[in-house]
T-cell receptor
Framework: SQKIEQNSEALNIQEGKTATLTCNYT??????LQWYRQDPGRGPVFLLL?????KEKRKERLKVTFDTTLKQSLFHITASQPADSATYLC???????????FGKGTKLSVIP | GAGVSQTPSNKVTEKGKYVELRCDPI?????LYWYRQSLGQGPEFLIY????????DSGLPNDRFFAVRPEGSVSTLKIQRTERGDSAVYLC??????????????FGPGTRLTVL
């Protein structure tokens, strides 16, 4: 069955450092991958999308990579700030499908 | 502008009762999705509407769950004979429908359902 793993449930990082979150998947060939941010009591907020034929995407301080050989995506937040503290979810989508399959998320805490 | 809204924000019910959860999508969005998120888990897909029709309901766990979108705007998720295992946050999302499968989905705040 399809399986998505996000590297850890929680990640603590010092302010100003680069946070790196990992999303690994098995038994799946996604056409695209998305990253979302979720704050407590709120719905997820879309951050970035990367397609299977793209290696890297950037948006401001965010960078996503997608390696379909390793079946892995890395999500980087550079110059992290306490306001970046939240849970980050990766979600995979298949070709022709509107379904998103989400990982459990990684709770990031940026310590001042 | 207004985002996706969901009512109620919290619903407490007893085992065996019937509940309805409402979703108001962003105005003009033709695509609407329902997800369920249990504690410590990511959202789990339930159903996708394009306009008034359910284009994909493969995520509904069993026939106690049903969703409608009669006029292509507001949607209601209906759960019959609720069970304690149905307790979760039910999330609704909408998208414009113009971008295909990679349309950005905009999520509402969710309805927290607790079945006692």
């Amino acid at each position: 069955s399809q399986k998505i793993e996000q590297n850890s449930e929680a990640l603590n990082i010092q302010e100003g450092k680069t946070a790196t979150l990992t999303c690994n998947y098995t038994n799946y060939s996604p056409a695209y991958l998305q990253w979302y941010r979720q704050d407590p009591g709120r719905g997820p907020v879309f951050l970035l999308l990367i397609r299977e034929n793209e290696k890297e995407k950037r948006k401001e301080r965010l960078k996503v990579t997608f390696d379909t050989t390793l079946k892995q995506s890395l999500f980087h937040i550079t110059a992290s700030q306490p306001a970046d503290s939240a849970t980050y979810l990766c979600a995979l989508g298949g070709a022709g499908s509107y379904q998103l399959t989400f990982g459990k998320g990684t709770k990031l805490s940026v310590i001042p | 502008g207004a985002g996706v809204s969901q009512t109620p924000s919290n619903k407490v019910t007893e085992k065996g009762k019937y509940v309805e959860l409402r979703c108001d999508p962003i105005s003009g969005h033709t695509a609407l999705y329902w997800y369920r998120q249990s504690l410590g888990q990511g959202p789990e897909f339930l159903i996708y509407f394009q306009g008034t029709g359910a284009a994909d309901d493969s995520g509904l766990p069993n026939d106690r769950f049903f969703a409608v979108r009669p006029e292509g705007s507001v949607s209601t998720l209906k759960i019959q004979r609720t069970e304690r295992g149905d307790s979760a946050v039910y999330l609704c999302a909408s998208s414009s429908g113009a971008g295909g499968i990679t349309d950005t989905q905009y999520f509402g705040p969710g309805t927290r359902l607790t079945v006692l």
